[in-house]
């Protein structure tokens, strides 16, 4: 059992980071707040995303048996109907055998999905990232945009003291890069790896932040991570490199 | 012969709200104003639509012989002119053997249609409702839309002093109820239907108001009424209820 | 080798008008600025596209030899690459055997096409327009609208003191027009002609200015005038007339 209440735009944006690695997915609800961990299908990308307790308005974690309820949910069918609903005001939270979702008047009963249907919870990869880049989340999107124009990876690494972004069709390029001194911040060793744009794109789309970090290496994977409400919501982001065949 | 100035807006409202039900339709001219009473093809849903005279900035209604002039439009094509012309300022409307619809410098003559291929007016069934209901429109517009989600019908109804609005699809369920108190009115009888949710969502789409008026009975049909223009547009919609198959 | 700055928005106009008659072109450069002339596949649409030095906001045109350089540019795909990128603040334009776009920190780098394999530019023919009309673009750009609702050609002229627009499709007709005194300016003789809707449609939505100018005659080209940037850019269409068939 379990109760909360939430902004209604600030639960869409989490589920929308959630749908952009997985529909379906875990979620660990205990009494610091809600944790999804999940790879796609493909076993390309991987969320790990934190949903503190601070970010809701009310929360009762009422388990008694143990510290941690698990449940299974699909989070693409809670992210439709956020979309049609109301946007603005608060979200209720109940969990019984079903997860009712409240917005005003409307009580939306979305069935659990059974566990065991459901992928085991990832370990998280040991990894070591050499290089670790802060920049402006509206920047990277527009870059993503553009290099979805062009064909279906790009290419992310450090250079020296310049961050770039490359994108390449048959006969045009695009390359987006940064100095030390126009980014937030840039530490670390030369980077230099290729990713699938579709993975990249899609969360983009849920970065409605103002920064992002991005953790890289050579032909290593990238760590992305951006946080909302005050940081009471953490994201992050593992993609698998894509091997260059030149 | 007739000629009348309407505000545009209003216009494209009114258009609207016929076309939820008939694409085609019988219009009826008079000194107080315009009326459409029509039954889609499927006879599940009749628009019983009213446009007095006072909604007018100029009314001349110059039918010498009778009082009344009877044509026959077709409304959805009225809707898309309307759509892509000027929204703002008037309209003039004159008809002789065609309808002029006169937006600005730009004169668009719709051709009538022959009344006798058009169904005839239909007569408004003998319904006595046990039960009235008054709420926001908008929280009525939002429901349908998360109705539509889910399944192809919904159950509206009330229950001692609760309105309510049900909808499901194998997994999940939406209800949707409002208190006697927080409705703008709740009077009758305990009530229980089931609708088509196409219908009752072209309908919806319409209601462009503050508030509308539904009324209900079990296993019944569904009245839904609104105005605009300050009560000068009255436009009542009937909906034949669903046989529950359960 | 060229290098120039300019508004965004100001080059994603100009390419908008471009591509409304041939998505890829020949481009000239000159110290004077940009000249872009040519004709649509089907020989029916012409462009003749002068954007000013004064247009840009730095302008260094580096090419020795001759006072003039001619590429071939893929116009259609930079409108794609501005529709994504920055909207505001400066575009740099870079020229040496490819074309460099720089929007803040990202450059796309164009492929130029090779000129022996795009149309030789066309010479404008000699015309003679007994008719000129000034009116309000975005009256223009509605009707339009409305006549692509009816058919796939709109009849264009004036009649003594009237300009009008008319369109008809199988049951309905559509007539714009405005008396001398309504038009921002009307000379000439009587005129008719009919034309594509599916050309100036597309000419018409790059017509985001206060006026356009036309010039007509009796079953004789139309040639469509406007200018951007206070005048820094001026866009000329010329469109063959329909043959009458009735």
Redesign the interface.
């Known amino acids: 059992m379990f109760r909360a209440r939430i902004d209604a735009s600030l639960l869409k944006e989490c589920v929308d980071a959630i749908t952009a690695v997985v529909d379906e997915s875990r979620l660990k609800i205990s009494d610091d707040g809600w944790r999804v961990r999940a790879v796609d299908a493909a076993n390309v990308a991987l969320i790990d995303f934190e949903l503190r307790r601070e970010a809701f308005d009310e929360y009762e974690n009422q388990t008694d048996e143990e510290q941690e309820t698990e449940i299974g949910i699909?989070f693409s069918?809670l992210s439709?109907?956020l979309r049609?609903?109301?946007r603005k005001g608060d979200i209720t939270l109940e969990l019984n055998d079903k997860l009712h979702v409240k917005m005003?008047?409307?009580?939306?009963?979305?069935?659990l999905i059974s566990i065991e249907t459901l992928r085991k919870e990832p370990k998280l990869p040991s990894l070591e990232f050499p290089t670790r880049v802060v920049l402006d989340a509206e920047?990277f999107r527009?870059?993503i945009?553009?290099a979805?124009?062009m064909g279906d990876h790009i290419v992310m690494g450090v250079s020296g003291d310049v961050f770039f972004m490359e994108a390449e069709s048959e006969?045009?390029?695009?390359?987006?890069?940064?100095r030390r001194e126009?980014l937030l911040s840039l530490s670390g060793d030369n980077a230099r790896s290729i990713f699938s744009l579709d993975y990249i794109a899609a969360m983009s789309r849920a970065m409605n932040v103002e920064t992002v970090t991005l953790y890289l290496g050579t032909d290593y994977p990238l760590r992305i991570e951006f946080e909302l409400a005050d940081g009471a919501v953490h994201i992050m982001y593992l993609l698998a490199p894509r091997i260059e065949s030149e």
């Open positions: 699909d069918k439709d109907i049609v609903g109301w005003n008047a409307l009580s939306y009963t979305l069935s920047d527009k870059v945009k553009v979805e124009k006969m045009d390029s695009m390359r987006f890069e940064l126009e």
